[in-house]
């Protein structure tokens, strides 16, 4: 089951409401998978030092927001960051999705990017949480991004329109935290019955 939506639209509240629902639920996160691969000793920061420089790397450690400024602004520089992590971060998700079947679980995967970089062909079906920009934004203040930046981020991302017409699920996630967790928890029993009525 995959599970995308833009920046601050409230996918990582969902899936944590979605799992505690339902246990036998493991979540792959491509988010988290990127965190680890670009942490001290991670196996992505050797090339991303030898293609943007050491500057980036201080005492070991990514300069994260000098990474997203430098590739927010130049699109050379962001395709180049792109090449490095997906497929390192693809073949990560792939093992951790094949480890969970093993071990008799269904896998929630939540991907940002999920049609932009094509995870969508490992989804049965896929949820879309969506939010009203303006609320988007403000989240993202409260993260300390400012209006500006937050702006480019959504604007960078696909359209919500794009990514319903390809999703089997929207959630709107522009009312009260409550009441996406009483979605999300609706929305997982639904599909552990469907799952359960097939086998």
């Keep these: 089951m995959g ?3 833009g920046i601050g639209s409230g996918k990582s509240t969902f899936a944590k409401a ?3 629902a339902q246990p036998n639920w493991t979540l792959v996160d491509a988010d988290q998978i990127s965190r680890a691969l670009t942490a001290p000793g991670g196996e992505a ?3 991303i030092a030898q293609t943007f420089g050491e500057i980036l790397i201080i005492d070991g450690q990514l300069d994260r927001a000098a990474l997203a400024q430098a590739i927010f602004t130049n699109p050379e520089q962001k395709n180049a960051l792109e090449n490095i992590l997906h497929p390192l971060i693809r073949a990560q998700t792939e093992q951790q999705i094949q480890q969970a079947h093993q071990r008799g679980q269904h896998v929630l995967l939540d ?4 049609f932009e970089t094509g995870y969508d062909d490992l989804c049965t079906q896929i949820i879309t949480i969506t939010a009203p920009i303006d609320t988007r934004i403000k989240r993202l203040q409260e993260r300390g991004i400012t209006p500006s930046d937050a702006q480019k981020r959504i604007q ?3 359209a919500d329109e794009a990514k319903l017409a390809r999703s089997h699920w929207q959630v709107n996630n522009g ?3 409550e009441s996406l967790e009483n979605n999300a928890s609706y929305l997982s029993k639904l599909l552990a019955h469907a799952t359960s009525d097939k086998k």
């Design 3 to 5: 599970l995308t939506g």
């Design 18 to 20: 979605f799992l505690a």
């Design 45 to 47: 920061l050797p090339a």
């Design 111 to 114: 991907v940002p990017l999920m």
């Design 156 to 158: 960078a991302q696909l």
């Design 175 to 177: 009312g009260k935290i």
